[in-house]
C-alpha cells in the first residue's frame, strides 16, 4: 500500500503560481511513477503530468505544457507539480497517484493509488 496526501492547494488571481505538493508512505515510493490529474466541476477526471520513478522520463498534457513542471524527491518520498501562470480553466481538484507503469502512465486506470485531492481555485 501507498498512502498520498496532497496539499498546496488555494485560490489564487490568474497569472499566479502555486506548488502542490504529494507526500508519500508505505511502499516504498522510488517503484513507482507518479501522476497528477485534475477534476473540475461536471467535467471527468483529466491527465495533468507525469513523471517515472527516477526522474527521467515526465508527460504532459498540451494545455500545461510551458506552465507546469512536475518532479519528485524521492528521498523526502514527495512529489511536487509547479503551476505557473494559473488561469481559471485550471480550477478543479487535483489528485496526485502512483503507479506501477513503466513507463509511466496518462491513463487513470493504470494508478492503484491515489490522494484524497487539493482544491485549486483560480480567479479572473
Known amino acids: ?14 497569472g499566479g503560481s502555486l506548488r502542490l505538493s504529494c ?23 483529466e491527465f495533468v503530468a507525469a513523471i517515472s520513478w527516477g526522474s ?7 494545455s500545461v505544457k510551458g506552465r507546469f513542471t512536475i518532479s519528485r524527491d524521492n528521498a523526502k518520498n514527495t512529489g511536487f507539480l509547479q503551476m505557473n501562470s494559473l488561469q481559471p480553466e485550471d480550477t478543479a481538484v ?22 484524497q485531492g487539493t482544491q485549486v481555485t483560480v480567479s479572473s
Not at 500500500?1 to 490568474?14: D, F, I, K, R, Y
Open 94 to 115: 487535483y489528485y496526485c497517484a502512483a503507479s506501477g507503469s513503466r513507463p509511466p502512465s496518462k491513463l487513470s486506470k493504470d494508478y492503484g493509488y491515489w490522494g
Open 1 to 14: 500500500q501507498v498512502q498520498l496526501v496532497e496539499s498546496g492547494g488555494g485560490l489564487v488571481q490568474a
Open 23 to 45: 507526500a508519500a508512505s508505505g511502499r516504498t515510493f522510488s517503484n513507482y511513477a507518479m501522476g497528477w490529474f485534475r477534476q473540475a466541476p461536471g467535467k471527468e477526471r
Open 56 to 62: 527521467a522520463i515526465t508527460y504532459y498534457t498540451d
